[in-house]
């Protein structure tokens, strides 16, 4: 049996379907403006197969980079529309 990597406390799920770039980085700021230590934390953004170049265009630039401000990102992108609680559940 693999052993489980306990060392992130707190898995951010940010759901992303045609956000505009400036509210998704509000959220990105406000995880981490959080005052637990940022080794704790990571953020897990899951794209529902958006269609507006600026959210698809923010999204690559995210995919492009492996953390946030110092905290640990993963990225990833539905090839169908999915709604929300399936999103969710990609990111769990």
Request: hydrophobic share 35%; net charge positive; aromatic share 10%.
């Amino acid at each position: 049996m693999k052993k489980m990597d306990y060392s992130k406390l707190v898995s951010v799920i940010v759901p992303v379907y045609n956000t505009k770039k400036e509210f998704i980085i509000e959220t990105l700021d406000s995880i981490a403006n959080q005052t637990l230590d940022k080794k704790y934390f990571e953020i897990i953004v899951v794209d529902d197969c958006s269609t507006s170049p600026e959210t698809l265009n923010f999204i690559k630039s995210l995919k492009e980079k492996k953390d946030y401000k110092g905290i640990e990102m993963k990225v990833f992108e539905h090839k169908n529309n999915c709604w929300l609680a399936q999103v969710r559940i990609t990111g769990a």
